[in-house]
């Protein structure tokens, strides 16, 4: 079986660092520090199985990055958690409205991650 | 004619001139006054011009004979006594003489004492006759009924007024008792004493009501006097009355209308007065004794009008009293009255001459007390006295208008230099150039309650005559006076409150942010150190000695994060409190930014911006907390390093400029956008810039500001949007 492959894009190291061990485990984890960094993987063709989006990110953030991909026939389809520390009401509605298909609040369990994506991955 | 007997005047007709000479002496002697005449002719002359009171008439004379002058007297009916003088003593003559109406015939050669005993008696005799006939003639005309009776009250005599008043003519009473006059109206008293009186023969005085044939009842005034034969014995009663019915009636009309005139004004509350020409008082009505406390006997004992007055009024009653005689109007009736007992009060006071025939009589008035109208006219003037004040004391400007017209009829002293314009001028000015000229078309806020004519408040802008807009919440309220509409408005300027209303706005949006901020900085570390540290106790087994390194040095740096966003939080609510407290202490800068700047070489390093410091200027001392100074360091040198993009350059001078420590952070990036260099040293407040989101709390400046002004420095910022900014940090030097 292939290994899942899954695009983390947080301008956090210390973030980047704490998901790509936790789920290194078990995926092959591709790393993005910022939105335009994760444009250019997918561009590059690398083909991700799942996104772990940021909202709150210099540059493009989360939203935009989201709006844009799901506008691309070619990653439509591929599903999307985003995170944030932010907890401004309607923050969620936005993003899930905007495609994402899963949204976590900062700090969360690690393992209850893990089992979101299992479920998005079934 | 009459002439009293002694100056008679006797005219002799004789044709003899020797007879009437000597006749002449005869009746001379006597005391008579002669006249004499030769002829009958002259004779009816002198009788036609009533020149004689008898005569003498000799009956044979040539031409015109004495018989045809005694025919002649008698049937012109003359009544003068004709004595015949005859020669003859012819019996039948002298029987057709007397006969004819001669009162006597006498035969010559005449008897002097015969003569003198006739022509007494012709004379007194004619005298008495003419006499009775006077006094019937006045009884017969006399207005007043007479009757006379007999001592037993039987009619001998009714005069024409009788028949006329009573209805009774002469016939039906002459014979009859007086008492079939009687009404039965009055007692048997009232008769027997008018009986009695008579009878004693006094004279009898009073009114009877008595009843006519007809059996109407009047009313009669009479005089009842005995008629005595002698000196005792009463023959007849004379009774003249007169019809009095009408009289009384008018007179009981008149007492009634007088009675309803007391009546009336007894019932005035104000006192009315009546006083003589000689100015006493005559009259009161109740209420005129009981305001002014005299009682009756004082008018009677003179009361002085002027008394109903003080002392001081008495010469301007006097002056009005003569000018209201005089015709002219007076035009102020106020003055001070007086009761008897001293006590005043102000009064009206109107009168009106009084006149009988065009004759002035005195005085009719009355009296206002006008105490109450006083008071109120006091409290009216003290209650306008305290709005006027109240008016002008009112902190806000106030303006009254025409509800009408819009025109500016009052203002207040504040309302002057609130809108710039001069009393003058807003006297001619309409209240909607008070506004701008957006909103004067539309009813203004100040006249916009009016037609409900209620009380309302509003907010809008007005404009001042220097053309400022001031924000202005205004209350108008409606009312009248004098028949005038009005409309009151008053402006609260609202500009401040409105500012502050923005601001605290603006404050609860930073903070709102500000906790979205601040949550969003603790989550992250917060995040890092819960999943590291999760990560370790669950794979610690696992991991390899530099891996778990590698974790706990990120746990350090998320902490140490986490310490330092915390720390920021404290330090300004500390500032906000007010608590906080400096060490000061004199200090060297240099010693205290390159410390600083240590720190910050590393994240510059990380973020590859190039930091030059320039930190060698000596001998520079401060009076300042160096933790403080660190801060300020940190934050500005931070901040440019934060906001310089890649490959950008931050330098840091310190310098000595006179008595002053300068320190400038220069950098190349970004810059601050034109409208938000004011605010960025205001607490939360966060440059946004599109697309990108910079870490921060938005306190860093705003600490920088508190900790420079609290040690009398100063710092300044220079931009230009695009081209980099410049900090410039003064400190005042250390003086020992």
Same mark, same amino acid.
């Given at each position: ?122 | ?144 009924? *007479? ?5 037993? &009250?039987?009619?001998? !005599?009714? +005069?024409? #007024?009788?028949?006329?008043?009573? =209805? /009774? ?57 005995p008629i005595k034969n002698n000196k005792h014995d009463i023959s007849h009663f004379l009774a003249l ?30 006192? *009315? ?5 000689? &100015?006493?008082?005559? !009259?009161? +009505?109740? #209420?005129?004794?009981?305001?002014? =406390? /005299? ?93 006027r004040n109240l008016f002008h004391a009112i902190p806000d400007p106030v303006i009254v208008a025409d ?334």
């Amino acid at each position: 079986m292939r290994q899942s492959r899954i695009l983390v894009v947080d301008d956090s190291p210390s973030i980047r660092r704490l998901l790509s061990h936790n789920l290194g485990k078990k995926f092959k984890v591709l790393l993005a520090e910022n939105a335009q960094g994760a444009l250019d993987l997918l561009d590059q063709g690398q083909m991700p199985d799942l996104m772990i989006v940021d909202v709150a990110m210099p540059g493009m953030d989360g939203f935009s990055f989201v709006d844009r991909i799901r506008k691309d026939s070619t990653y439509n389809a591929v599903p999307l958690i985003m995170l944030t520390a932010r907890d401004k009401s309607g923050d969620k509605e936005k993003g899930l409205k905007l495609g994402a298909d899963d949204y976590l609040t900062k700090p969360f369990d690690i393992d209850e991650l893990g089992e979101r994506i299992d479920r998005l991955l079934a | 004619m009459e002439s009293p007997i002694e100056k008679a005047v006797v005219l002799i007709v004789d044709d003899s001139a020797t007879m009437r000479t000597l006749t002449s002496h005869v009746v001379e002697r006597l005391g008579y006054k002669p006249l004499s005449v030769s002829n009958g002719d002259e004779a009816i002359g002198q009788v036609t011009a009533g020149r004689c009171d008898a005569l003498l008439l000799d009956i044979s004379m040539p031409g015109k004979s004495g018989m045809e002058v005694l025919r002649y007297i008698v049937e012109n009916d003359y009544r003068l006594p004709v004595i015949m003088i005859s020669g003859s003593g012819d019996i039948d003559q002298a029987v057709q003489c007397i006969k004819l109406g001669a009162y006597e015939y006498l035969t010559k050669p005449i008897d002097n004492s015969r003569l003198e005993i006739t022509l007494k008696n012709a004379l007194s005799e004619s005298m008495l006759k003419q006499r009775v006939r006077l006094l019937t003639t006045a009884m017969e005309q006399s207005p007043v009924s *007479v009757a006379i009776t007999d001592i037993k &009250g039987r009619i001998e !005599y009714i +005069n024409p #007024a009788f028949s006329r008043i009573s =209805g /009774y003519s002469m016939d039906e009473v002459i014979g009859k008792k007086i008492n079939i006059l009687k009404s039965g109206e009055h007692s048997d008293a009232f008769y027997k004493n008018l009986w009695e009186t008579v009878s004693r023969g006094e004279v009898w005085q009073g009114e009877f009501l008595n009843k006519k044939k007809n059996g109407e009842l009047l009313w009669e005034q009479a005089v009842i006097s005995p008629i005595k034969n002698n000196k005792h014995d009463i023959s007849h009663f004379l009774a003249l009355k007169e019809d009095i019915t009408e009289k009384k009636k008018s007179r009981e009309a008149l007492a009634e209308s007088e009675q309803r005139f007391r009546e009336l004004s007894d019932l005035l509350p104000q006192p *009315v007065f009546e006083a003589n020409r000689d &100015g006493y008082v005559t !009259y009161f +009505n109740r #209420a005129g004794y009981s305001v002014f =406390g /005299y009682k009756q006997s004082d008018l009677r004992n003179g009361l002085d009008a002027m008394f109903m007055y003080v002392p001081g009024e008495r010469a301007k009653v006097r002056k009005n009293m003569k000018g209201r005689l005089d015709g002219k109007r007076v035009e102020n009736h106020e003055y001070i009255a007086q009761r008897k007992n001293g006590t005043t009060f102000p009064a009206l006071v109107y009168y009106a001459p009084i006149l009988k025939k065009d004759d002035f009589e005195g005085l009719r008035g009355i009296v206002l007390d006008i105490t109450r109208r006083k008071q109120a006219e006091k409290t009216l003037l003290d209650n306008q006295k305290k709005y006027r004040n109240l008016f002008h004391a009112i902190p806000d400007p106030v303006i009254v208008a025409d509800a009408d017209t819009g025109a500016i009829v009052q203002w207040n002293r504040r309302a002057l230099p609130f809108f710039g314009y001069k009393s003058v001028e807003l006297s001619s000015m309409m209240v909607a150039s008070l506004y701008p000229e957006n909103i004067r078309d539309k009813p203004p806020a100040f006249f916009r309650k009016q037609g409900r004519k209620k009380r309302g408040s509003v907010e809008t802008k007005i404009l001042t005559k220097n053309g400022f807009l001031v924000d202005v919440a205004v209350s108008s309220a409606f009312f009248e006076t004098a028949g005038q509409k009005r409309v009151l408005g008053i402006f609260r300027d609202i500009s401040e409150q409105k500012k502050s209303e923005q601001l605290i706005r603006e404050n609860i949006r930073l903070k709102n942010d500000f906790i979205a901020n601040v949550s969003h900085e603790l989550r992250s570390p917060l995040f890092s150190i819960l999943g590291f540290t999760s990560t370790l106790l669950r794979d610690r087994d696992e991991l390899d000695h530099e891996t778990i390194g590698e974790f706990l040095g990120i746990i350090h740096e998320e902490s140490r994060r986490l310490s330092s966003l915390i720390e920021d939080v404290l330090t300004i609510s500390r500032i906000d409190s007010g608590k906080i407290a400096y060490k000061k202490n004199s200090i060297d800068p240099a010693t205290i930014i390159d410390s600083a700047c240590k720190s910050l070489k590393i994240r510059a390093e990380e973020k590859h911006v190039e930091l030059f410091l320039d930190l060698y200027e000596s001998d520079l001392l401060i009076y300042a907390d160096p933790d403080a100074l660190k801060q300020v360091a940190v934050n500005i040198i931070g901040n440019a390093i934060k906001f310089t993009p890649e490959g950008g350059k931050v330098s840091v001078t310190l310098s000595r400029n006179h008595d002053t420590m300068k320190l400038e952070v220069d950098d190349n990036g970004p810059g601050i956008p034109e409208k938000d260099i004011e605010k960025i040293f205001e607490k939360f407040y966060r440059v946004e810039r599109p697309g990108e989101e910079i870490e921060g709390t938005g306190l860093g400046l705003p600490i920088v500001k508190e900790i420079i002004l609290a040690h009398n420095g100063s710092v300044d910022v220079k931009s230009r949007n695009g081209f980099g900014s410049t900090f410039i940090v003064r400190f005042p030097l250390y003086r020992s």
